[in-house]
């Protein structure tokens, strides 16, 4: 609840074992929209199929491979388009090739796809393959792997926000020592690599849920989002957090995509078109901007709670309520036992039991 988005606003579904999580972007979304909410715009959707080139033996060098599918570049399109005319059809198809040299014997060829509202898996390996025959006859290099690559970097979601101090204060801080305490866990994240794979696990805490309520395959978004956080050659966050000139706290993220509203599992899983009922959302694009906006909404709660009180009360709270219900409470009684073990700071399946029977009796 609470996410606001370029002035719309959206319920958004998550699919996620930990009640907390919801919870927590849920809060940290309310405390975005005191600030107008979320600003995001996504990439044009453009995928990258991959064509992996051995030399074995062939006359060309590396370089002339480059120089002949730069020759090549329109025939290539060409053939890649011809591979998917539909999608040509919806104002997709293929928009450019790159070549690079990864070693004397080793080159690689991509092929840069505008997917349109798929995912694009399985256009893209279609591609690869076709593309790949083509590209073995002009080079005389072999042709080894054609598979899409997962680095979707030409297809990423930006999102950015602005919070008002005061609604950051609480547990006993002032709005201005909150901000000042994110600022400083956001550097923390900035400068060693261990504190930004736990940063960044608080951001997908909120993107995979939205991924898989979608029907969308949260594996290669994952593999993107981290393998975009290493791109300078040490791994680092993917949000970033600063305060402005007036006091406000500024969040930025930006990650790879890689998602649908069209094609795939959603053509047969009601569950997933259902979600994408409950978003209202037009296209994949928008998709992306809303995933990217509940990952960083989930920063913002991880980080606040860390750089406050510290997560574990509010996570033992919530999950005071499914040991309560664990331990056989129903009704207001969930809450009643859930709230006695939170206050003893025992959250513990036997302390439930015992609470549940002395309730039950009185
Ligand atoms: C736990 O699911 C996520 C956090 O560890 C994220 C973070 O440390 O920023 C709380």
Redesign the pocket.
Known sequence: TNFRINGRDYLVPMCVEEASVVAAASNAAKMIRAGGGFAAHSDPPWMIAQVQLVREGARRSAVDVLAVVREHEHELLALADAAHPRLVARGGGARAIEARVLADDMTVVHVLVDCQDAMGANLLNTVAEQVAVRLAALTGWNPGLRILSNLADRRRAHVACRVPAAALAGKGFTGPEVVARIVAASRFAELDPYRAA??N??IM?GVDPVVIATGNDWRGVEAGAHAYAARSGSYGPLAVWRSDADGALVGRLELPMAVGTVGGTLRVHPGARLSLRILGIENAGELGMVIASVGLAS?LA??RA?ATEG?QRGHMSLHARSVAVAAGARGELVDRVAAELASLGDVSAARAAEILSRLQQS
Do not use: E, Q, S, V
């Open positions: 736990t940063h696990k608080g805490n920063n991880a980080l860390l997560i």
